[in-house]
């Protein structure tokens, strides 16, 4: 595990699964860190939970106002930011003719608005200190489109095009950019919207992988030596069940 003494990270959505499992390991490396979360029992028990170098603050990555808010969080508490990992993100999971215009935007604005708007308040913050790391959650749906989830896979499948056309924007800032693509995490997001609708994820889910497994693959990039830029890695489950 790479050291991380000094550093200042974000870690959107950061409440619960592959968000809390990164705040966490990046915690453990010696980062201070910022969690955000739209309910604000939730990412305050959550920082209590993750330690002392743990702020929480509730904020909507849908609002630039929210976004503002705890970037101004992160530089009064830690004077200044080094690593961003946007994982905040929501499921909408049913057909293109019964999903609603409000369904929709939902989804877009969380995945990829959201995206856009911590990015933008986050680079200046970075080069400030010289360069960082910009770590993007995305999905292995982004790549592998399935039925009844147009929405999602769009939103993941956009936020691959703006982390690769960022990554080309900053590399010469030294700015690091990468997503992280997984496979099916042990989280029940499959079964969870704000709509309330998708499909119950399976009782046995021990083949899928666990939030800590993503959380490790963000902490060995920003591990990475500053040489060398790992901008996509995908990462599955070593044995789903067979098919037929």
Not at 3 to 22: E, M, P, Q, Y
Not at 29 to 58: F, K, M, P, W, Y
Not at 145 to 170: I, R
């Amino acid at each position: 595990m790479p050291t991380l003494d000094g550093k200042v990270a974000v870690v959107t959505g950061g409440s619960r699964g592959i968000g809390h499992a990164t705040a966490r390991a990046l915690a453990a490396a010696g980062a201070r860190v910022v969690i955000s979360s739209t309910n604000e029992a939730s990412v305050a028990q959550a920082a209590r939970d993750l330690g002392s170098a743990v702020i929480g603050v509730r904020a909507d990555v849908r609002k630039d106002e929210d976004v503002t808010r705890m970037f101004e969080t992160v530089v009064s508490a830690f004077g200044g930011l080094d690593i961003l990992v946007n994982n905040a993100g929501v499921g909408g999971f049913e057909s293109v003719e019964r999903t609603s215009l409000e369904a929709w935007r939902d989804v877009i604005d969380t995945n990829l608005t959201g995206v856009f708007l911590c990015t933008r308040r986050a680079l200046p913050l970075m080069r400030a200190r010289g360069g960082g790391w910009l770590i993007n959650i995305s999905s292995l749906a982004s790549t592998n489109p399935f039925a009844d989830g147009a929405t999602y896979c769009a939103s993941k499948a956009g936020l691959n095009a703006f982390t690769e056309a960022l990554m080309q924007e900053v590399r010469q800032d030294g700015i690091r950019v990468a997503a992280v693509l997984p496979g099916s995490v042990r989280t029940g997001f499959m079964g969870r919207s704000r709509s309330g609708r998708g499909s119950s994820p399976p009782s046995d889910d021990a083949w899928k992988l666990a939030p800590e497994d993503v959380a490790q693959v963000v902490v060995d990039l920003v591990g990475h030596p500053a040489r060398s830029l790992p901008s996509r890695v995908e990462i599955r489950p070593a044995r789903p069940p067979k098919r037929g």
